[in-house]
């Protein structure tokens, strides 16, 4: 079967919204047995759901990573998804998701896209993963974790995740029941910024200094297989930054930033301007086209104009949908929230993000 084209979008019909918190749901997607393989997903990957406003409004994306199990490699692709939707103060689709959609509305879907993931069947047969998550960044890792424990069956994953509240904490009962499924093979430390809890860790946030007291103890550090941080931007740079001075590989740390205060654009000292004129000539499902990039248009949207199935979602370097290669000339990217320092030396950048240096650049967004 052909690989699912880029930014395709598929109408999947809401099974059920289940109320986690009292500002998150969950939306249990139905897939109907014709797209089950374009919706085969790895564990960590994310679905972008799009809304068109009424009356001819602005077109609305969100990203949101699939919170369900993957389906095994030799079994048939998924019959429903599932996304956790966290409420965010002004935010258009988390409120639409929220107070609006029901069970039986039709969403338009992207197929799954991402690259924090974890191939089960590419892990050591007994390797010992762990998580550092805040907040929402719970919904990848719960696939992650729940899709390698019951496929590798000597396999350990440690989850630290760090929450407001027990009232604010998303999929309590998952990750109870991925605790009672494997007692003896998943650990769990929560810990709450706002709230004492009867047993365990007192309150208060998990910055570095913490991170650097509580990770030796739970578990040899430098010997883990993989981590993976997930959550805002601040707890994931602090968990690298504690990583890292306990010596762990910067090859076995993933990240997925799931919030992005105001944060300046990184621009590189040497990374030039843009031309008066440009061009960007881009392959998208195989097929190129040569366009012009207007004065302060991204290479995305120069793209867009012509090619309106072009991928993306947040347009704002952080889930990392439109990543494409650098095939020649010079770009400069303003922010990547998205990309691992491997992807960027190989060549690949964030579309959304990149604007031309010189005249002409060709990118790829199939490799």
């Not at 998924?78 to 039986?104: D, N």
């Not at 191939?119 to 993963?129: I, M, N």
């Not at 981590?227 to 076995?252: D, H, I, K, M, N």
């Amino acid at each position: 079967m052909a690989a699912p084209r880029h930014g395709a979008f598929h109408p999947l019909t809401v099974a059920a919204v289940d109320r986690l918190t009292d500002d998150s749901v969950a939306l249990t997607l139905r897939v109907p047995e014709e797209l089950r393989e374009e919706y085969r997903h790895a564990p960590g990957q994310h679905l972008t759901l799009r809304r068109t406003a009424p009356e001819g409004g602005a077109e609305v994306r969100r990203t949101y990573s699939i919170c369900s199990p993957a389906p095994s490699a030799d079994g048939p692709g998924p019959a429903w998804l599932r996304v956790g939707v966290r409420l965010v103060e002004g935010g258009e689709f988390s409120t639409f998701a929220h107070k609006e959609i029901v069970a039986g509305d039709v969403l338009d879907v992207m197929v799954p896209a991402g690259r924090f993931v974890l191939d089960p069947a590419a892990a050591p047969a007994s390797g010992h993963y762990a998580a550092i998550v805040g907040g929402s960044g719970i919904t990848p890792v719960l696939s992650i974790a729940a899709s390698l424990l019951a496929a590798r069956p000597d396999a350990r994953f440690c989850l630290v995740r760090s929450d407001r509240t027990a009232a604010s904490t998303m999929f309590l009962e998952e990750v109870a029941d991925l605790k009672d499924r494997y007692p003896a093979r998943f650990q769990l430390v929560t810990v709450l910024s706002r709230e004492e809890q009867e047993s365990g860790l007192p309150s208060g946030r998990l910055d570095e200094e913490r991170l650097a007291a509580l990770l030796p103890a739970l578990l040899p550090v430098t010997e883990v297989t993989g981590w993976f941080l997930c959550g805002p931007y601040g707890l994931v740079q602090g968990a690298e930054r504690t990583l890292g001075s306990l010596g762990v590989a910067r090859t076995r740390v993933h990240e997925e930033i799931f919030h992005v205060e105001d944060t300046p654009p990184t621009v590189r000292a040497d990374a030039g301007t843009a031309p008066a004129h440009g061009r960007v000539t881009a392959r998208l499902d195989g097929r190129s086209g040569t366009w012009p990039v207007q004065d302060g248009e991204s290479l995305l949207d120069a793209v867009l104009r012509n090619r309106a199935d072009a991928p993306y979602a947040c347009k704002g370097g952080v889930c990392g949908t439109c990543r494409a290669f650098v095939v020649s000339g010079e770009v400069r990217m303003e922010r990547n929230f998205a990309l691992e320092a491997e992807e960027t030396d190989a060549g690949f950048v964030l579309a959304c993000q990149s604007h031309p240096v010189t005249e002409e650049v060709e990118i790829d967004f199939d490799r």
